[in-house]
Each structure stands twice: as C-alpha cells, then as structure tokens.
C-alpha cells in the first residue's frame, strides 16, 4: 500500500479529489501544484497510515519508514538542500489535515530540522541572526509542547519572562541573544522534565513530529469539535511534510490569509488579512491585528498582482469561494494551503447567486450548497432599529473588528469553562477573551456571542464562530481583559464576570447590559435561490399553525396550506384579542368538569364563537390554500387544575363546589396519559366534543365562502387506529357538516381524514385508506408508540444512544430526524397500502421532522404530496424539497452511467 504523496517542482503524485486519503490540506497542495501556482514542496502521509497508526498501538506500517525516506531525499533534490544541513538547512513543517477542515484542533510543528549546528547555517544564509533564533526558539518551543507534551504554560511563562526583563511586549524587539538564550532555558528545561537532551538529528525530530500529529486526531478539543460539528466516518488525519517557506525573514516578507470573496457580506472582493514580517500563526492565532490586503497592495504591488492572479484561477478552477493561506519571502509567493471558505449565512446566499449568475456554476449547484443551517442562521437577531441611537451611544463600551455579523445579548464570562457551566445552568453567556484557541470550542459552542481583545477577521475565534454563524468581534484592543479578576475594562468602564453586556457583530460594537434584539430583513439572494428552489421541488410544503398570526408568518416563509392546526392550543390563550384568554379557558374546564353530555354541550357551546373566529382568521391568512385542521387530541386532564387553591379557584369561577372538580381531577388521573384517553378516542366517548368543533369549522368555512374568499378546510381525527373507528367519526363529522352546508346554500368542498400516528394504523393502511380521504403522519408519536420512547422523558436517556463516545445506537435523535429505518419503514408500508386502495390518496406529514432536512428528504422519497412544518422551518423543507429532486436526478444519471458500464 502506497502511504506517502509527493508533490514539487511543477508535479504531484495527488491530487484534489483525493481528500479523504491526503485530507483537505494535501489534496489542496497537489492540486494547486498541478495548476502551476507556487507552492512549496512536500509530501504527505496518507489518513490511511494515520489510522494504522492509531489501530496498532501506534506503531507504522513497516513499509513506512522507507517511502519517507525515499520521499525525503526526493524532496532535498527539488530544494536542493538537506534536512537539517549545517550550511544551507531544508527546515520542514509537518502538518496535519484531515478530509473535513477543522481549524486549529491538530497539531502542527514549524521549522523541524533546526538543531545547534543549523540554526548558525540559516543565520548566515539568510543574514538574520535574529530571525534565525527566533525560528529556533519557535521549534523548540512547539516541539516540547506538542511531541512532548510538556505544559505550553510554563514554555509561555520563560517567553514572558524574559519580555519583560527587556521591558518589550513586542516579539520583534527581542534581539538575538535574547533568543538564544531562551533556547537555552528551553533545552535545560527539557532536560530537567524528560531527562534527555532536546534531539538533535533531524530524522529523529521528524519522527517524533509525525507521531504526535497522528495522535493529536484523538486530543480531546478534536474529538470535541467532531462531536460538535458532526463529524464522522473519517480515518484520521494526514501529516503534510511541507518545505519551509519564512514570512518573517524581513519586511519584504509576510504572510497572510485571504478569501477569493468577502467571506461576510459575499460581495465579490478579494478579501483578507496581511502581516508584515509574520509567520503564519500569527495572523491565526490573532496576536497581532493584521492589515487589510489593499494595504499589501499598496507596499508589495507585484505580489499583490500575483496573488490576485491566484484568486481568480483558484475561484474558476474549485468553483467555489477559497481561503487560502500565503507566505512572502523576500518578495517571492508561496501559495500554502486553499480550501473552500467558511461564510457567513448571508454571504454563503449571496455568493450561491451570484456565482449562478455569473455561470460559475449551475443552479442546481447552487441550490445544493445550501445547508438547512445556512437559513436559521439567516433569522438570527439585530440589535431592534427602535433602540435609540443616543441610548446606543450611551451603552457603547468598545469596538472592534466586526468579525461575524448578528447581535448577541449575555452575561460576560472570561473563560470557556466558565461558558460551558453557566449555559448549563440556562445561561446566556458572552465569551470575553483576550484571543481564543482551540482549547475554547467548547465554550465558544454555547456562548451566544464571542467578543476577543486581539485578532482579524481570520482569527481562530472570528474562522470558528463565522462557521456557526455566531455573532463574533475581535480586534477589540481597548478591551483590556483581566484573567486575575474576570473583569474587562475599556474607555473607563467594566465589565464583571454576570454582567449582561450585547454584542452588535455587524458593527463590531460591544454594549454595556441586554439590548433589545430582533429578526433581520433577509438579504434579496435569499428570495432569488428560494425561488428557484420552489422550481425545482415537487412536494408541498405546508405549515404547522395554530393562529392567524403564525399562519400569515408561514406565508411569509413560502407555506403553501396548513398542514396541521391543533385546536387545542385555541383553548388556551385568545391571540387575536388577548383579555378573552380567561374565558376560552374556564369554558373549556367547564366542559371537562361537565358530568352529563348536557353540561357538557353547554360549554361547548361558549367556546363554539370562539373556535370559530380563530378558524376564519386561518382561512383567510391561508388565502385559499388548503388548512388541515385536527380535531381535539391531547389527555383532559391538561387542562384542569391539579393544586387545591387553584381547584378552589375554578369552583368558585364555574359555579359548582369544590368537590366536583377534585373528583373529576381524579377520574381523569392517567398512568400513562399518552397512551390513554386522547386523541380521537376523546371524540368517541364524548361526540358532542366533535360535534362543536366541526360545526366551528365549517360555519367557519361557509361564512369565509359567502365572502367572496376561497377555503379548502381538511378535517383531520388524530390518533386513529382502526377503520371502524375512523368510520364512527367520518359519519359524525359528514353528518355535522352535511347539515350546515346544506343550510348555507353555499358550495363547500372539504375532506375528511385521518393522521397515522399509532403504528397500528400504519399496518392497516389498506383498511384506513378505504374511510379516510388524506393521511397525515404524526411521525411526533408515530416514532413515540413504534420505538417504545416516550417523547416526554426519552430526554433522561436517549442522549445517551445518540452520543458516539457513549453507546452510539442511533445516529440521531430520532424525535429531530425521522429513524428512516424503522419508522421510515413504517411509512412505506402504510403509504404502498394505502395507495393500492386510493390510487390518488393525499399524503403528508406534520410531525416535527417535517422541518428537517434529511427527513424532508426520505418524504419526498416516498412519494408523500407534502410536508408540513413550522413557520420558521418552512424555507429549510422547501429547500430539503428541491435538493431531493436534485439528489435523484444526479443518481439516475449515475446509474445509467452505471448500467452503460457493465454493459
Ligand atoms: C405527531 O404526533 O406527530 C403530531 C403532529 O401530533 P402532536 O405532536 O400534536 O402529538
Ligand atoms: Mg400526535
């Protein structure tokens, strides 16, 4: 097996499609060898002798050690020079990359091959005694740290140390002698933790560098950030043993990060950050605050033209925005390392767009390179325009760099622990800090905001949180942030570890307590793809909305009909008219406590008008589309008071004594509630219940039609489990609505169906499909009742089956996203039978997987007529929707490829 990949001098051995074994550095560093841009030369490690590696005690493959060798001296002869020489030295980084980014959680080793005799050969070569101690004292530095693993604090402490008895904070005052000596104290510090000499032969550095990035695939923020982002299936990560390339030799070198579009915004600008006299950590770790790339052109306008000259061959060839990392030496390009860039949700639509229309790329493609994420993160919050500007000049505490847009108000913390406790607990958090490293995912995760003293905007807390779309500032340098005390003060003010502070990302402000927030406009791209995804969809795409409100909101967001109204979310609170709230209530636990259907129709008749005007603010919100609306569904004794005062209280609103309502309290007292006295079973044993609600409905429905408007009301029995069943209520409701109707004189079409949500009912689709008219997968309880977990508790536990490093059974949370496997099963059975009997019966799902990607994907499978989901989720199923007519366009093609092959 063939473990290492040469690539230099104009040719590659690799190249971009080979991700998964060279990872996304190595891939990227082949290919742009083969295009001819200027790259230094290397080979890399493959993911598969990383994974060997890791399965075997961490022990190589025995072919190994000679394929490095051979590569190695392959690589002395393109650079000619020797690993570590006295004279002229080849110095090396060796990187990881694996075949998913993941910015900054592996290791890297810079400048290995400097040992006491080489670092004097780089001095005179380069005629920068300075420069060359410096990249002495950087190796040794992070070779103890990362191969050895001593503590980088105590490495860190000697460098402050030593600043301050020069009296500099600045790196680039240290003389050489004051870096040399620091190698000294390095190397004696060595000693004294391991008992052995720091290395000196290059070969053994090499080793040791290789092993250590192999293993920092399983350090705990890699496994954390995989755990966080998702990510799985990958072997390990690559080794890219790259030629060193110094930015920091003088001020005709840099080095510098950049993006072939405004990673932000999308607008087509070439887009980065510079510095002068640097090497690459630098400008990611955010020690520095670079400069923008128009300044580089400015002070290096021929490399500036070459580069630009990268960006476009870069963007043409990859199709797609690039981050790409680059070195000057003395006034020479080295391009070392592109990858597809991470944006912001904005410019991810924008850019999607416009690359479309510019013909980069096709539609499809566009549409396709939208994640479900993209668009929830487009609804994040501003900070509210009605917030007067005097008040926000007033709050105003600091600025910085306006690294990722969106605002974000809560309490300051000073450490990602801290973060991670305190949204534990519920919390808000802000993560203040000085600058982030990867060690702080964890807390960056749940902050709803990042605010740091230093950096860019390709910093690693501005890269790692513009990947979650979360609200970020750096480079907020009058923030002068105190570990000591957890304080951070700037222009005279403090912050203390709790106090609320808010964050503006799109102005780069930060504002002292909470700021009113709100949902921004979306950027007119994001109409532009979801037009074109509307093109491309074949389902429906309803909405779950209980109010005229939410159902106008669901239009807004593309909603095409209601697909679930559950009616009794009615019974609690009056939107339209709020003070009414009470009296919905008492007449709905006036009917529960009712003990004769008398009673009971009583107060069924008090809450007739109301259901009713809800009804007709839906229908006319829905303008014509469809409105699926559910009958009663949830156990009674929700509704009722189970504390004595509370109980004392309603007796004495509704007129009856006390011990009424405690006895009824009582009988309604379920062991297992979810599976007891709810859903349609409530209609069997109480008609009247139905009675009113379709009465509510379709006078509803008959008055909207008399004005002129269009309705298409679709009555809808919850829980259902067997024909006859269905049957008792289908002739209830037509009987009910029959006789209004035909009172009316008007012309009504309505449906009658049923939702498949106890898996019985899925069996017999046959049997249900011969009474209902549409089916409607409650996949909520359809999951509940087919894998035994109940939605309420499965919280206590389930975690447990999703998590990989715990049990791992399921991939997901199959209450999020629909267990295609079994309850996906379920469905096709149900929908085949079904379907075999009613040819043309409607078919939807209203479950809460209706609003999840892969889920709207199975559905659109299956050959459902429509999903439904809720207000905000809409765009993402109408995007999930056109994606799997893309997705199955692209495997028919492939198997017709396919099938021509074997032929
Ligand atoms: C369902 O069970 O999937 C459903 C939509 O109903 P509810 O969530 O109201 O039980
Ligand atoms: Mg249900």
């Not at 005097?390 to 108000?409: D, H, Q, T």
């Amino acid at each position: 097996m063939k473990y290492v990949y040469f690539y230099g001098a104009g040719k590659a051995e690799g190249d971009g499609t080979m991700k998964e074994v060279l990872g996304g550095k190595g891939a990227g560093l082949a290919e742009m060898t083969k295009i001819g841009l200027p790259v230094p030369g290397g080979f890399t490690i493959t993911t598969e002798c990383c994974d060997y590696y890791l399965t075997h005690g961490n022990k190589y493959p025995a072919s190994l050690r000679a394929e490095v060798k051979s590569n190695l001296a392959r690589l002395e002869r393109a650079t000619k020079k020797k690993l570590g020489d006295a004279n002229d030295p080849l110095l090396v980084s060796v990187r990881s990359g694996s075949a998913r980014s993941m910015p900054g959680m592996m290791e890297t080793i810079l400048n290995l091959g400097l040992n006491s005799k080489s670092v004097e050969g780089l001095a005179r070569n380069t005629k920068n005694e300075r420069f060359a101690w410096d990249a002495y004292r950087r190796f040794v530095q992070m070779y103890s740290a990362v191969v050895i693993g001593l503590p980088k604090e105590a490495l860190e402490e000697k460098l402050r140390a030593m600043k301050t008895r020069l009296g500099t904070k600045d790196d680039t005052q240290v003389p050489a002698e004051a870096w040399r000596e620091l190698v000294g104290e390095y190397k004696e510090y060595f000693k004294s933790q391991t008992g052995q000499d720091f290395p000196e032969d290059p070969e053994e550095q090499l080793w040791g560098a290789i092993g250590a990035v192999f293993g920092s695939w399983n350090a705990e923020k890699a496994v954390t950030y995989r755990r966080v982002e998702k990510i799985t299936g990958l072997l390990g990560t690559a080794v890219n043993v790259v030629q060193m390339v110094f930015g920091n030799i003088g001020d005709n070198s840099g080095t510098g990060v950049c993006f072939t579009r405004d990673p932000s915004t999308g607008e087509k600008t070439f887009y980065g950050d510079f510095l002068i006299n640097a090497q690459g950590e630098d400008v990611v770790a955010g020690i520095r605050t670079p400069m923008h790339l128009t300044e580089m052109a400015r002070l290096m306008p021929k490399v500036y033209k070459q580069l630009e000259k990268v960006r476009q061959l870069l963007e043409k060839h990859y199709r797609d925005m690039q981050d790409m990392e680059f070195t000057v030496e003395e006034g020479t390009l080295y391009m070392l390392q592109t990858r597809v860039g991470k944006r912001t949700p904005t410019a991810t639509f924008k850019m999607a767009v416009d690359m479309a229309k510019e013909g980069l790329i096709t539609k499809e493609m566009a549409i396709d390179r939208i994640k479900s994420e993209d668009i929830e993160r487009l609804f994040y919050p501003v900070i509210d325009p009605s917030v007067p500007k005097a008040e926000l000049a007033k709050r105003k505490i600091a600025e910085g760099i306006n690294a990722v847009p969106g605002a974000a108000a809560g309490k300051a913390v000073f450490s990602a622990e801290e973060a991670e406790k305190m949204a534990a607990k519920g919390e808000k958090v802000i993560l203040v800090r000085r600058e982030t490293s990867p060690e702080d995912v964890g807390g960056m995760f749940v902050a709803q905001g990042i605010v740091t003293a230093t950096g860019g905007k390709t910093s690693h807390a501005a890269v790692v949180a513009r990947g979650w779309g979360k609200c970020c500032i750096v480079g907020c340098e009058k923030l002068d942030v105190d570990y000591s005390t957890n304080t951070a003060t700037a222009n005279g003010r403090k912050i203390n570890e709790g106090d609320w502070i808010t964050l503006d990302g799109n102005e780069g402000v930060v504002y002292e307590g909470a700021v009113k927030l709100s949902t921004p406009q979306l950027p007119p791209s994001f109409s532009t793809l979801m037009g074109w995804a509307d093109g491309v969809r074949r389902l429906g795409i309803r909405t779950n909305a209980d109010t005229p409100h939410d159902a106008r909101k669901a239009r807004e967001m593309g909603a095409e009909g209601i697909g679930l109204c559950r009616t009794e979310h009615m019974f609690f609170k009056d939107f339209e008219q709020p003070e009414k709230s009470v009296d919905r209530q008492l007449a709905i636990q006036e009917m529960i406590v009712a003990e004769t259907p008398e009673a009971r129709r009583k107060a069924l008749a008090k809450l007739l008008p109301y259901q009713r005007r809800d009804f007709i603010g839906i229908f006319k919100a829905m303008d014509g589309f469809p409105v699926t609306i559910r009958l009663i569904d949830p156990p009674l004794h929700e509704f009722v008071p189970h504390d004595r005062e509370k109980q004392e209280e309603l007796a004495r609103k509704i007129g009856v004594d006390v011990e009424t309502i405690v006895r009824r309290v009582e009988q309604l007292h379920e062991s297992n509630p979810m599976l007891g006295h709810r859903g349609c079973r409530l209609s069997i044993t109480y008609p009247e219940i139905l009675e009113m609600q379709v009465q509510a409905i379709v006078e509803a429905a008959v008055e909207c039609k008399k004005s002129g408007a269009k309705v298409f009301p679709e009555i809808m029995h919850p829980l259902v489990m067997d024909k006859k069943e269905l049957q008792i209520l289908a002739d209830a409701t037509h009987r009910v609505a029959g006789e209004i109707v035909k009172k009316s004189g008007v012309k009504l079409e309505y449906m009658v169906g049923t939702m498949i949500e106890v898996p019985r009912a899925a069996i017999l689709g046959d049997e249900i499909a011969e009474v209902a008219q549409f089916f409607s997968f409650g996949t909520n309880d359809l999951t509940q009742m087919t894998m035994g977990l109940s939605r309420d508790d499965a919280g206590r536990f389930l975690p447990d089956y999703v998590d990989e490093k715990k049990a791992g059974i399921f991939p997901d949370d199959p209450f999020q996203s629909l267990d295609v496997k079994g309850v996906g099963k379920l469905m096709k059975w149900c929908i085949e039978r079904g379907r075999s009997v009613k040819p043309k019966l409607k078919l939807g799902i209203c479950g809460e997987h209706g609003g999840d990607g892969p889920s709207v994907k199975f559905c659109h499978q299956v050959g459902l007529d429509y999903v439904s989901a809720s207000p905000f989720r809409v765009p993402i199923a109408r995007l999930a929707a056109a994606q799997a007519v893309i997705e199955e366009r692209a495997a028919k093609k492939s198997g017709k490829k396919a099938g021509r092959k074997i032929k």
